[in-house]
């Protein structure tokens, strides 16, 4: 914001720990219209508070609901522009990690890239008419092999064992 035309002047953001010790001494009437007032300030932030307040007791249920969210807009990706196919592709990933920042859960991050993954695979796509959507895919294996790194050992084999299935290659 500029103010008197060169000068510069930026708000100061509290640490979390200061907005923690803060939120603190409010009661719960006033934290409820704070919440309320975030909610209403970004979409982020109401989707964030929605998923808290209904879904994050039911992870499987949230993991279930946004595969079928990802199923469905690969069906619609248009495959004829590669243009229009990349950049369809980026949306469906920028959804589906804005999902997976809400839960903040290792598991879900690697059944919905998992799952993002497969079904970029077997949706059509002409992944490799593009060095754009390859680059993208194999970025995706990455992240989703440093995530089962962090798993416990059983649940690295289990997803090791998906991971190794969705391995590009040229035919």
Do not use: W
């Not at 980026?90 to 804005?98: A, G, M």
Request: aromatic share 10%; hydrophobic share 35%.
């Amino acid at each position: 914001m500029f103010l008197c035309g060169k000068t510069k002047r930026h708000m100061k953001t509290a640490s979390i720990n200061e907005l923690k010790q803060e939120l603190s001494t409010l009661s719960t009437k006033e934290v409820m219209e704070l919440c309320l007032r975030l909610a209403r300030f970004k979409k982020e932030n109401k989707e964030l508070l929605s998923y808290l307040l209904f879904e994050s007791h039911d992870e499987q249920s949230y993991i279930e609901n946004i595969k079928a969210f990802i199923t469905e807009e690969f069906i619609g990706v248009t495959k004829s522009n590669l243009y229009l196919t990349k950049k369809s592709v980026r949306k469906i990933l920028r959804t589906t990690n804005k999902f997976i920042k809400y839960t903040g859960s290792c598991i879900v991050e690697v059944e919905l890239l998992i799952h993002f993954c497969s079904t970029f695979k077997n949706a059509g796509v002409p992944i490799y008419k593009s060095v754009a959507l390859v680059n993208l895919y194999n970025s995706q294996l990455k992240k989703i092999k440093l995530v089962i790194a962090d798993l416990h050992e059983d649940l690295q084999y289990d997803y090791q064992k998906n991971l190794e299935k969705l391995e590009l290659s040229k035919n």
